[in-house]
């Protein structure tokens, strides 16, 4: 296989960089709008200095020849205007529109895209129809990965590969040439995922890192609660499988035929401890305070509640009718004592130890959640509180295991502050799922095509 010179747009840490790069192609362009991401892509690739560049907007004119586009591209709400117009003018004020006019102007043979796992169902699935037709329109052969209910084989995740860290994600693959109608690598049936095999050992950790990874006083107390509350579960009851919404304990306001919002106030009062409230019965803040006792869930103003909270509802009272004689009324008040988030469980590693600290731990608005020690959830980028917490290790998981989550080099470089660092991590896409996407799309190239200038431009 033939060296490609390739462009990475919105490019981030670089992913789609490394990529490439260790298949033996050459980056001739990058356009990052974040300035210390700008100087970290300049730190970690060899020449960057000469070919990295800030916003596209401001700099895609300076754009070299290339074979190869590559985007992790945000996905903005597409403009339903300009139906007559045709599918480019879509695209306008979206960084999409942005890449539409890169590729008009050089035509690279290939484009590799991504995104997140909801992108075929953004917008009912016209943000996809409306991408791929404006591909079309100029001349390209595309794909694009297809949910299993959509009749595809799924969106791709790097532990389809063996890599420890469960991601699903949207890729785009375009080209000049033929494309099979599903031209993506199919995931290992024999690949075992293993956290192990991305774990440091405590040796291995600096000051630096200790210090970053610590977990909070009042989540080792959260962990060390609902720990004991499984710990006096006999063997012959089962966590279950749906949420445990820890305010359902003891509860018994109405949520079948009516809300606690459509209730009468004084009928109301009778299933609501309001911890002494002595405010009058007539005042018109009454019902307002009533609700105010009640978790945030079972406040909504409407009369009928989804079927979706009713059933969690009955299905935690019910189980909660099972488990009460084993909850200590200590351990319900100092439940009650946590935030709302932290009075949440979800256990989703049945059949393993009712041991938090032997799992994989996460917190997250929806509760505590549990999954197997074996993989870990995707990264996210738009918050830090959601840092994955390696229970056994009893703390956060470090930069260089996120690094090794992600397929990144051990010393490819992050943003100094923890939380920046581990947004761009998960902003960042998978090396390891690249590698084989490109390879399995390039490797069937003999030899490589410079893009003509002097084409005719292709009519959209």
Known sequence: MRAFRFVDLFAGLGGFHVALKELGHECVFASEIDAELQE?????????DSFVFGDIRQYKNRIPAHDILCAGFPCQPFSKSGDQKGMRDKTRGTLFHEIMDVLKKHEPKYVFLENVG????????????????????????VRGTEHVASGGHGLISPHHF??????DRFFIVATKDSLLDDPFPRAQKTAKPSLASIVQSRNELSEKDIKETALL??????????NTFLGRLPESVELPSFPIWGDEILASYPYKKKTPYSTAARELLRHVSCNGFAGHRTSRHFKSKLLSFLPSYARTEQ???????????EQNREWFDEVIPYMPDTWIHKLK?????????????????PNLWRHLLQFRPSGLRVKRYTTCP???????????ILGPKRRYITRIEGLRLQGFPDDHKLPLKHEDAFRALGNAVHVGVLKRICSAILSKEN??????????QTKH
């Open 40 to 48: 970290l892509y300049r730190a970690n690739f060899e020449d960057a």
């Open 118 to 141: 909801n992108f075929e169902r953004h917008d009912e699935g016209r943000t996809w129809r409306v991408v791929r037709r404006s591909l079309e329109g100029l001349g390209y052969n």
């Open 162 to 167: 063996g890599f420890p860290h469960n991601r």
């Open 217 to 226: 006083p009042h989540y080792i107390e959260c962990i060390h609660h609902w």
């Open 303 to 313: 009369k009928q509640f989804p079927r979706w909270k009713i059933a969690f509802i």
């Open 337 to 353: 004592e946590f935030p709302p988030s932290l009075r949440k469980l979800e256990w989703n590693c049945q059949g393993e130890e």
């Open 378 to 388: 995707s990264l996210v980028a738009m918050t830090t509180t959601q840092i994955p």
């Open 447 to 456: 030899e490589p095509v410079t893009p003509s200038h002097n084409k005719k």
